[in-house]
């Protein structure tokens, strides 16, 4: 397989670095916390966050040590990121049966109206495309598949693309937590947010936002 560096421009292929950190974040606080409820996971500006609810436990700063330390032991294994596709009901039913209650909504709405009124950050998760008002939509007017993505032992449901595998995956530092609502809606459960930096390298990383970052 052509190594996928050499299919993407630098720019596209830092997104879908940083994307592939954000599920290995993932898939790190699910190793540590096997309760965790996942919600999405973006990339944004110089990295990427991860929105979770632990039932079992509220993160403080001093957790970002343990899963960061999870997800270089994930990176340096050499993972691969697998593809598959599914239809909406064996998705529903995979998330479902793993109590991946939210990942479910996001499907059933896919299911029930062909789109989802979300917020931006979703549109990297779920869905085949999206309309320039921030709404979920099939191309044809109906969702038949959607695709995850097996990290070793973490599926995520997600459309794309990452990285061949883990060690292509550049310097990472988590950099603190924050709450969030679910979908960005006051009146929805309350989660944790997650932010991370990544960059092809540690000195790529100190030079775009300095040594304290």
Same mark, same amino acid.
């Given at each position: 397989?052509?190594?996928? #560096?050499?299919?993407?421009?630098?720019?596209?292929?830092? !997104?879908?670095?940083?994307?592939?950190?954000? !599920?290995?974040?993932?898939?790190? &606080? *699910?190793? #540590?916390?096997? +309760?965790?409820?996942?919600?999405?996971?973006?990339?944004?500006?110089?990295?990427?966050?991860?929105?979770?609810? @632990?039932?079992?436990?509220?993160?403080?700063?001093?957790?970002? $040590?343990?899963?960061?330390?999870?997800? *270089?032991? @994930?990176?340096?294994?050499? &993972?691969?990121?697998?593809?598959?596709?599914?239809?909406? +009901?064996?998705?529903?039913?995979?998330?479902?049966?793993?109590?991946?209650?939210?990942? &479910?909504?996001?499907? $059933? +709405?896919? $299911?029930?109206?062909?789109?989802? $009124? @979300?917020?931006?950050?979703?549109?990297?998760? &779920? %869905?085949?495309?999206? +309309?320039?008002?921030?709404?979920?939509?099939?191309?044809?007017?109906?969702?038949?598949?959607?695709?995850?993505? !097996?990290? %070793?032992?973490?599926?995520?449901?997600? =459309?794309?693309?990452?990285?061949?595998?883990?060690?292509?995956?550049?310097?990472?530092?988590?950099?603190? #937590?924050?709450?969030?609502?679910?979908?960005?809606? /006051?009146?929805?459960?309350?989660?944790?947010? @997650?932010?991370?930096? /990544?960059?092809?390298?540690?000195?790529? =990383?100190?030079?775009?936002?300095?040594?304290?970052?």
């Amino acid at each position: 397989m052509m190594h996928l #560096l050499l299919l993407m421009s630098s720019t596209d292929y830092l !997104h879908a670095m940083r994307h592939s950190a954000a !599920h290995v974040l993932a898939a790190a &606080v *699910q190793h #540590l916390y096997p +309760d965790v409820k996942l919600g999405v996971g973006p990339v944004i500006e110089n990295g990427f966050f991860y929105d979770v609810m @632990i039932p079992s436990h509220t993160l403080v700063e001093e957790d970002l $040590k343990a899963i960061q330390k999870e997800m *270089q032991r @994930i990176i340096n294994k050499a &993972v691969d990121f697998r593809r598959e596709e599914m239809s909406l +009901d064996e998705a529903m039913a995979f998330f479902g049966e793993r109590g991946q209650t939210f990942k &479910v909504e996001l499907l $059933k +709405d896919l $299911k029930e109206r062909g789109t989802t $009124k @979300i917020s931006a950050e979703e549109l990297q998760d &779920v %869905g085949p495309s999206a +309309d320039s008002t921030g709404s979920l939509q099939a191309s044809s007017g109906q969702v038949e598949t959607i695709s995850i993505y !097996h990290t %070793g032992d973490f599926v995520d449901l997600c =459309r794309g693309p990452h990285v061949a595998n883990s060690r292509e995956i550049g310097a990472v530092r988590l950099t603190k #937590l924050a709450g969030a609502y679910w979908r960005g809606k /006051a009146e929805n459960e309350q989660m944790q947010r @997650i932010y991370g930096l /990544a960059f092809e390298s540690e000195k790529a =990383r100190s030079s775009k936002v300095g040594c304290r970052a």
